[in-house]
């Protein structure tokens, strides 16, 4: 199958990986429409490129004492994210899908194969053909409602989160401060 990864070097790329498996508690998912959060996957590739990775340390020599040397200038969270990343090739983006199920897990009686259902939730919900997504991360589509607007389903509701934590009542008048995605989602609702 194929999905879409950002690279430690700034690349986004697509690469053959091998189809996840059904989980337990879960749902495996076939990928018809997947939402692109500009806003949060440029911060994703920002990140990636903020954090230098050791792969240069290792090209230059003594990974021991210039890996020690990384810890001293950035600390423990950050040197332990380069070092899990030489092990990862790269991140993979994506947080909302919507989709077929392609098979249910064990636990699972809420959907159905072939049901179509919006998944939501990173390292789940990636831009991939296919994901495994826990059960409690997907909802059903309504019938009639198109899967390139049901990928919007976990956007919508973190816009709609944002309403509910400042209190403030569906057709009030407020300021929106920042129009980006979750921004005009929010001035919708």
């Not at 692109?36 to 920002?46: F, I, Q, R």
């Not at 919007?152 to 920042?178: D, H, K, N, P, S």
Request: hydrophobic letters at 50%; proline letters at 4%.
């Amino acid at each position: 199958m194929k999905q879409v990864f950002l690279t430690a070097d700034d690349r986004v790329v697509v690469l053959d990986v091998p189809a996840p498996v059904c989980p337990d508690g879960g749902v495996l998912v076939e990928t018809l429409a997947s939402l692109v959060s500009t806003g949060t996957e440029v911060a994703a590739l920002k990140e990636a490129r903020e954090t230098d990775g050791l792969e240069s340390l290792v090209r230059a020599g003594s990974l021991a004492v210039k890996g020690l040397r990384r810890l001293a200038q950035i600390g423990v969270r950050r040197t332990w994210r380069a070092m899990e990343s030489l092990s990862a090739p790269a991140d993979a983006p994506g947080y909302s899908l919507a989709g077929r199920v392609l098979a249910v897990g064990r636990g699972v009686d809420d959907f159905n194969v072939g049901d179509l259902v919006a998944c939501g939730g990173s390292g789940f919900a990636a831009h991939a053909e296919i994901a495994a997504v826990p059960k409690n991360l997907c909802v059903r589509v309504p019938a009639g409602l198109d899967p390139r607007q049901a990928c919007f389903a976990t956007v919508g509701a973190i816009a709609l989160q944002g309403v509910r934590r400042a209190e403030v009542g569906l057709g009030e008048t407020v300021v929106v401060v920042g129009l980006g995605l979750v921004g005009l989602l929010t001035v919708q609702l």
